[in-house]
């Protein structure tokens, strides 16, 4: 299962503010998103500029790998709201991040050149993660999913709203598009 996620406007915010602000903010965000991706079992493979590349059931087996990613995007979220509430309180520029997550299989491991290899994800899985967070644009959405996210994930522990198929830049394929939201809580039943 692999996550990407990318900050709004971030080329705009780079031009408006001095480079060592906008790396004390990358910092403080990068330390925030590490920290609960690895809480959830996951290991951030890449950072690309103010992007990140997160995976779950790679190098470790791990058979709730989807859900894990599901409750890791759920929570970074709800992290990069409060990360921007102290922004705003402190001053200094939000970071609006979009999400994007899909499942499926992918070649792992080290690759590039003989000197310089790194350890990644490669095929069509990583393709449609890219394009999903890409896709929030289009839709107005924080997260979108895949369907095969959703199938794995189950609907009872949370809630995918369904936005119909749409066309990812370079794919063949239309792929079914999901907004994950939080599951709203249900009040206990009276006695």
């Not at 299962?1 to 906008?22: C, K, M, Y």
């Not at 924080?142 to 949370?158: H, I, Y």
């Amino acid at each position: 299962t692999v996550l990407f996620t990318d900050i709004r406007d971030f080329t705009t915010l780079s031009e408006q503010h001095a480079p060592e602000e906008v790396v004390a903010l990358l910092s403080d965000y990068f330390e925030l998103l590490n920290r609960i991706v690895e809480a959830h079992d996951g290991v951030i493979v890449q950072y690309l500029g103010d992007a990140v590349c997160a995976m779950w059931n790679a190098p470790e087996s791990n058979p709730d790998h989807v859900a894990d990613a599901c409750r890791c995007t759920l929570a970074l979220v709800a992290a990069v709201d409060a990360l921007n509430a102290g922004n705003r309180a402190a001053g200094r520029p939000e970071l609006a991040t979009r999400f994007g997550l899909h499942t499926g299989i992918a070649v792992v491991g080290s690759v590039g050149a003989s000197t310089r290899r790194q350890y990644t994800a490669i095929g069509d899985t990583i393709n449609v993660a890219s394009r999903l967070e890409g896709m929030n644009k289009e839709f107005g959405t924080t997260v979108l999913t895949s369907e095969a996210v959703r199938a794995a994930a189950g609907d009872e522990a949370f809630a995918f709203r369904p936005l119909g198929s749409a066309r990812a830049k370079g794919r063949a394929a239309e792929i079914a598009v999901y907004e994950l939201l939080a599951k709203p809580e249900t009040p206990d039943a009276a006695p």
